[in-house]
Structures are given as structure tokens and as C-alpha cells.
């Protein structure tokens, strides 16, 4: 496994989109970017020192204007857990046309538009891809997670370095020609991590001591086939889903 | 067809409880899915290897690229396509 970082296709499947349309997003898993990870443990400190200022709206956003994005994604929460935490957050679907619009609460800890951008957008996708609210602790696990993978010391291999880049410049390319250009990419990083089963997993349960995780990708893109030439096949297995009056995913998942 | 095409480096490997005839079933229509999608996806990269290439470079230089760079580099990519046409 190339230790510079495998982009993840997060397809993010939507039951309201037809899969043969493949939605194409080229993405790299947020624990790629330590400073994203620094900014959130920013947060997480000003957020504990201000917690009395419960209930306020922290950002607005849509995944991608490339992406219809559903009132179940778009009002996503930070809701209260089980640590009392009272932070609420609300994404207001009406505004989520309009592409990484944050609001100061994020801005004044993060001030990389491009990070505000990719916080929301993996808060999103994991709002979607669980089919729950986000929580305070996703934030914790995030912060958890980053901090255990980055591999600052790869970088300094310049070979591997541009390797990766013309290999996740490849996802990058093969996404918005497919489609014309209407399926744009949201991000594309090389920014090195050591070990992918992390960020694989759920950044909330790893945070939590015997959690378990359940790694699986929906890949429903010509992506698989770049996939399955780089990864061992002994760390692989297939599994050809059926959803209910849907044309076959391939879904493949990392042991 | 390359290397990759015949050999099982782009293989899927089905596992679960499935009897032989659909494990065959299942492995033919993956190899039937990975060869199509493999030669699509490499002849993409094949007539588009400027843009592919001004991605790279682009991310050797700025690690991390969003939405907008990717679209403003295939924005310039596709004026250069057209004015090499005309």
C-alpha cells in the first residue's frame, strides 16, 4: 500500500440518485490533513470554554454543488451526548445551495477556507454515510484519529511523493472527464498518513476503547478497476449487492 | 490488451456462502465489469494526459486542491483542447 495515502471514492450513496449517473468524487480521507486536525482540536478547546453558548448555528454548507444534497444531510446536528454537551448546530437545507459557506463560529478557529470546506464536508459525509446526526464526540475522534496518522516523514520522499500525485491526480481526472466536468472532484490531497485501516474505520468508535468498526467501501464507479490493480488481493474481498430494485453496487472492503 | 487486462492483478476475489454456479456467475460478471471499466479509465487518462498531468503538478505544489482548483485547471484544459481544434 502506497503509505503516501490511497484516495478514498467516497461515493456517498444516495438512494435518490441512480447509480449508473456515478456520482464521482475523488476525495482523501480527512485524517490526511493534520492541520484539519489541529483546527479541530482548536475548536474543541474553544468550544469547551464556551460551552454556556448553547444552541448556536455554527455552519451552513452543501457537500457540493455537484451533489443534490438531501434535507437529511444538509440539516445535520451537533446534538447533545451523553457528556452533557449542549452545542447545537444547525445546516439549514434551504442554504445549502450555496458551496462552503461557514459561519464565524468555525472561521474563527479554522481561518483555511479550504479547511472550513473539507470539516463540513466530512461532517456531512458522515452524517450520510451513518445515517445519524453528528455528535461532539465525532469531532473528538477526529481529532483522536488525525493526530495518530500523519506520516510527516514521507513526504520527504520526492519519487513516491509525485507517484501519488499522478495517482490521485488520475481519480481526480478520470472523475470530472467521465463526466464532463459536472462531477468535479471536492478536494484531491497527497498529504502523507501512515496507516489507512484508521481512517477507515469510524473516527467516533476508534475514539471509544473497545469499539468495533465495520471498514466497507461502496465503490459504483470505473474507479474499482484502478482499486483492485494496487491493492493486494489477499486484503481483498467483493461482494456484489443487489439493493432492492437497484442495479448491482460492487462493494469492496479492506480485512 | 495489456498485462492487466488478462492477468488477475485486477481480479475481485467473491467470498460468503454462495454456491459454486454463483460464485462463477459473480466472478464473470466482475471480470466482465473490472475489463470494461479498466479500459475505459485508461483510455480517459490516455487522451487526457494534460490534464492529468497539470493535476499532479499542481498537487506537488499545493497538497491539498478543492473543487474550485480542479475545476479552474480542467476549465483551462478544455479552452487549450478547443483552441488547438479550431
Known sequence: MNPLGESLIDQDIDQDIDQEKRPSKGATPYCKIPDFFVCCYKLILNWLRNRVLADVTVAAFSIAPTTPASPGVARMKFVPTTNCASVSVVAAAASAQHRCRTLPWLGDEIDNERLRHLAALNMARLVKRESRKATFIDLVGMVTAGFGDSDEAARDNEVLLHHTAVHEAGHAAVAIVDSSGKNTPEYSTIVARKDVKVWWSNPCLTALPGATCSPTWTLGTRFASLWLGVLPRKSLWALIGYPAGRKPILKIASN | ?86
Open chain 2, 1 to 86: 490488451m495489456n498485462d492487466a487486462e488478462t492477468s488477475a492483478s485486477n481480479l475481485a476475489v467473491i467470498l460468503g456462502n454462495a454456491s459454486h454456479s454463483e460464485l462463477l456467475h459473480n466472478e464473470t460478471l466482475v471480470r466482465n465489469f473490472l475489463t470494461v471499466e479498466y479500459k475505459a479509465t485508461v483510455k480517459i487518462l490516455n487522451e487526457n494526459r494534460t490534464l492529468l498531468d497539470a493535476i499532479a503538478d499542481r498537487l506537488m505544489r499545493d497538497s491539498v486542491l478543492d473543487q474550485g482548483e480542479i475545476a479552474e485547471l480542467y476549465a483551462a484544459y478544455v479552452g487549450q483542447s478547443n483552441a488547438v481544434q479550431i
